[in-house]
């Protein structure tokens, strides 16, 4: 079993910046993607970004190059840098963890608690 701890949530006014940061723990062997969802009020869970050990991280359109995802795997850790944030960015965001697909990850690994991010226009 994983269990994954964020920080780093928080309110922002529209054009700034949030880190969020989950840690691993428990089972991490089984780990080989990490990654990070948002879901806001009336919407369905969406991926933000993911990240496959040895690849390519991926990035949801809506990014447009605002966010950069990165891995520590010595720490276990996995951080979402978020700049230019908008509005629309406000949601509860949660870290993911699992594999060995991101699909996979999805369905069946495991979720952070959720950290609230807040922008105000």
């Known amino acids: 079993q994983v269990h994954l701890a964020e920080s780093g949530g928080g309110l922002v006014q529209a054009g700034g910046s949030l880190r969020l940061s989950c840690a691993a723990s428990g089972s991490i062997s089984t780990i080989n993607v990490m990654g990070w969802y948002r879901q806001a009020p009336g919407k369905q869970r969406e991926l933000v970004a993911t990240?496959?050990?040895?690849?390519?991280?991926t990035y949801a359109d809506f990014v447009q190059g605002r966010f950069t995802i990165s891995r520590d795997n010595a720490k276990n850790t996995v951080t979402l840098q978020m700049n230019s944030l908008m509005p629309d960015d406000t949601a509860v965001y949660y870290c993911n963890a699992g594999g060995p697909t991101p699909a996979l990850a999805r369905h069946f690994g495991s979720w952070g608690q959720g950290t609230q991010v807040t922008v105000s226009s």
């Open positions: 990240s496959i050990s040895g690849g390519i991280p």
